[in-house]
């Protein structure tokens, strides 16, 4: 059923949360995993239009990403990582179309009011402009 599964990190502790299920999942349903962390910092926001190096974000970003892969396909698993860049919302959906992907899994932290207007923003945007069935983790404090 889920053939590729876009698993939205955030190189955080969250991610120890989300991790479990989807490496679950994807022994279940023999699914490809695609690892993707949207760097969001000035550098990234700006990497391409001003011809930036690469930031200490972008760099630690990327060595998380393809040390969690490694993780994962020592465990068996089919995974890929993409770095993205610039707005998480934006680079989650676009990568989810881009690459055909049938699921979408992310990380939830329960924030109340004002904390869902501050960081809620990401699943809010991301389950309001993709059609792809997005699975929401609650992260353990």
């Known amino acids: 059923m889920y053939q590729k599964i876009l698993v939205a ?7 120890a949360s989300l991790l479990p299920h989807i490496e679950q999942l994807a022994q279940l349903a023999s699914s490809e995993l695609l690892l993707v962390h949207v760097a969001d910092g000035w550098v990234a ?10 930031s200490e974000e972008m760099r630690v970003d990327r060595e998380y ?3 969690t892969a ?5 465990k068996g ?3 890929s990582a993409y770095l993205a860049l610039g707005d998480p919302p934006t680079e989650i959906v676009k990568t989810a179309e881009r690459e055909h992907c049938d699921l979408i899994a992310m990380t939830t932290h329960g924030h109340r009011f004002i904390g869902d207007l501050i960081f809620g923003s990401t699943i809010h ?3 309001h402009r993709t059609s792809v069935p997005v699975l929401l983790v609650r992260a353990q404090n």
């Open 9 to 15: 990190l955030e190189n955080s502790r969250a991610d």
């Open 70 to 74: 490694a993780q994962l396909r020592e």
């Open 45 to 54: 926001r700006n990497f391409d239009d001003l011809e930036l190096a690469e």
């Open 65 to 67: 990403l393809e040390q």
């Open 125 to 127: 945007e991301v389950r």
């Open 77 to 79: 698993l089919n995974v």
